[in-house]
């Protein structure tokens, strides 16, 4: 079976701080992998997706950036974080293909103070 | 471009009430649609799923059909429980996301179920 892990579970940082939050996913191979935002009592944005090692697109022009070194990992990352940046962080996956479902991380919950 | 308009919540119900929650969307061609829900401080769970018209996916107890006449993909139980509240949200997977798997999502709908 799949499995998909982000941590740290929980952060605070500073602003101005560098950030690094990391998924994995287990039990497949050459997924489609996700980054999303959730602000606080808001819907979900989609930051960033990947369907292959290297290969990134941004869908929000932001203070943010990912990376995919490995088939199965995907970084999110900021050199100097804002207040803005405060909120909850989720990974997905999916099967490549037409009109799969996604499979959700259990989420970073960053404050940055 | 494809869309998902979701009922406004909160929705306040009693327990073993009976629950809808409205979901219904805009897409070109045939879209898969999905129910997630995500309970507080956790990712988000698939719910349920339905692939083409007239399907009906179904899990836990709750259900939805894919309406494609009324373009609606609507979220029933028919005796809630406390454990049920959450948020959930309805998405779906159109014909620009055959390459990418991204998913289009309504913006959320919170269901609070009091004993």
């Known amino acids: 079976s799949q499995t998909i892990h982000q941590w740290p579970a929980t952060l605070v940082q500073p602003v101005g701080s560098p950030l690094s939050l990391e998924c994995t996913v287990e039990?497949?191979?050459?997924?489609?992998l996700y980054w999303y935002r959730q602000a606080a009592g808001r819907g979900l944005q989609l930051l960033f997706y990947s369907v292959g090692i290297g290969q990134i697109s941004s869908e929000v022009p932001q203070n943010l950036s990912a990376s995919r070194p490995q088939d199965r990992q995907f970084i999110l990352s900021s050199k100097k974080l804002l207040l803005s940046d405060s909120g909850f962080y989720l990974c997905a996956w999916s099967r490549k293909g037409s009109y799969y479902e996604q499979y959700f991380g259990p989420g970073t919950r960053l404050t940055v103070t | 471009g494809d869309s998902v308009t979701q009922m406004e919540g909160p929705v306040t119900l009693s327990e073993e009430a009976f629950l809808t929650i409205n979901c219904t969307y805009t897409?070109?061609?045939?879209?898969?649609l999905f129910w997630y829900v995500q309970y507080p401080g956790e990712g988000l769970q698939l719910l349920l799923k339905a692939t083409k018209a007239d399907d009906k996916g179904s899990n836990k107890g709750f259900e939805a059909t894919y309406r494609k006449e009324t373009t609606s993909f609507h979220l029933e139980k028919g005796s809630v429980q406390v454990s049920d509240s959450a948020v959930y949200f309805c998405a779906l997977s159109g014909h620009g996301s055959s390459n990418t798997g991204k998913l289009i999502f309504g913006q959320g709908t919170t269901l609070q179920v009091k004993p």
């Open positions: 897409a070109t061609g045939y879209p898969s």
């Open positions: 039990g497949t191979s050459n997924p489609n």
